[in-house]
């Protein structure tokens, strides 16, 4: 299941990520592949975990969710960037509970997508299946969803070497279309929704992040609890 949040990121928080991620942004610009930029928040320098960011993003949109998803310990598993360089390849079909069986055994992390740009399908936006989009009040239905057959390959594949069968993915875009984003619009979509993105056509590189979140019950790995979040004041 998949949903567009009704709020959208304000510019000056959307800068603000763009301004410090600049460096991260002009090395994919050489690139064609995709910057993650896992370290980007939270990382182990305290004085540039850009946490201060995260903190805005957060408070802007979970006002209006945090009471629909009812996580018992609410935290950020993780939040990273998505630069993914001119030039790059799109993902293979996979569905993210494939990677986080093992640290989520009973599904809770859902993420939320947040475009740091307007993203037209010729940048490689996200592609879902509108059959599964729902209205924000459905977000209490996340998760709810199967595990559907996937391959691994660690080889071939550096980013996303779990998915789902090139046979069965390829039946299944048939019935997906790319979903729109304009900057600082965002949805969110549960562990178990297939999801792909598109080739990066332009001369640039495309301009995305993800935040997911989950319940921090009995869990020792996330990156930060929603409260301890909320209450961030840079040292």
């Given amino acids: 299941m998949w949903c567009r949040l009704p709020t959208r990121i304000s510019s000056s928080a959307i800068d603000a990520i763009l301004e410090r991620a600049e460096r991260l942004i002009s090395a994919s610009q050489k690139d064609t592949s995709i910057t993650f930029g896992k370290d980007f928040f939270g990382g182990i320098d305290a004085e540039n975990n850009n946490l201060d960011l ?3 993003l957060h408070q802007e949109f979970w006002p209006q969710i ?6 018992n310990v609410p935290v950020v598993d993780d939040a990273i960037l998505l630069i993914k360089g001119a030039g790059a390849p799109g993902t293979a079909l996979h569905q993210d509970r494939a990677y986080w069986v093992s640290r989520d055994p009973i599904p809770t992390i859902f993420s939320v997508w947040i475009a740091l ?3 037209t399908e010729e940048k490689g936006g996200l592609v879902l299946s509108p059959d599964n989009q729902v209205s ?3 977000m209490s239905l ?3 969803g199967s595990l559907l057959k996937h391959e691994e390959d660690f080889v071939q594949s550096s980013h996303f070497p779990i998915t789902i069968p090139k046979a069965a993915a390829a039946e299944m875009k048939k019935s997906m ?9 965002a949805l969110a979509f549960d562990s178990f929704e297939p999801h792909t993105t598109g080739p ?9 992040m993800k935040i997911a979140y989950s319940d921090g019950l009995d ?6 609890q929603t409260e301890e979040l909320e209450n961030y004041f840079p040292s």
């Avoid at 279309?177 to 619009?185: H, M, N």
């Avoid at 990066?200 to 995305?208: D, I, K």
């Fill in 66 to 71: 945090t009471e629909i998803v009812n996580l």
């Fill in 54 to 56: 995260l903190q805005q």
């Fill in 142 to 144: 996340f998760n709810k």
């Fill in 177 to 185: 279309e790319f979903i729109s984003l304009a900057k600082g619009e």
């Fill in 136 to 138: 924000v009040s459905e």
């Fill in 200 to 208: 990066n056509e332009t001369s640039t590189p495309r301009l995305a």
């Fill in 219 to 224: 869990k020792d790995r996330y990156l930060i």
């Fill in 117 to 119: 740009e307007d993203l």
